[in-house]
């Protein structure tokens, strides 16, 4: 298996930053790709950012130049550094990560979710 312990969401203002951190731990083989979700009241759960093993990235059009999604290899961990917040970035951010494990499986793990909220 592979648990997943995110941290670093909160309250800020338009305009601030968070960072938000997700480590995976267990029997891991190899970590394919890593991202984040969010999912606001009464919206569906979207893509914010991806990151994959080569260190290709995807970005939401919504956060294009605000955020930015990286990847420390060896400590199994991904973050989001998220700049130039506004308010309809608020929602709960949820880790997902795509692994191997060390059976050769393929287990597909999200994290139980931190709150984002931008407001004055």
Do not use: H
Not at 37 to 43: D, I
Not at 52 to 76: E, Q, W
Not at 93 to 111: K, P
């Amino acid at each position: 298996q592979v648990q997943l312990l995110e941290s670093g969401g909160g309250l800020v203002q338009p305009g601030g930053s968070l960072r938000l951190s997700c480590a995976a731990s267990g029997s891991i083989f190899s970590i394919n790709v890593m991202g984040w979700y969010r999912q606001a009241p009464g919206k569906q759960r979207e893509l914010v950012a991806r990151i994959t093993s080569d260190g290709s990235t995807t970005y939401a059009d919504s956060v294009k130049g605000r955020f930015t999604i990286s990847r420390d290899n060896a400590k199994n961990t991904v973050y989001l550094q998220m700049n130039s917040l506004k308010p309809e970035d608020t929602a709960v951010y949820r880790c997902n990560v795509v692994a191997v494990t060390s059976l050769r499986a393929t287990w597909n793990s999200w994290g139980q979710g931190t709150q984002v909220t931008v407001s004055s």
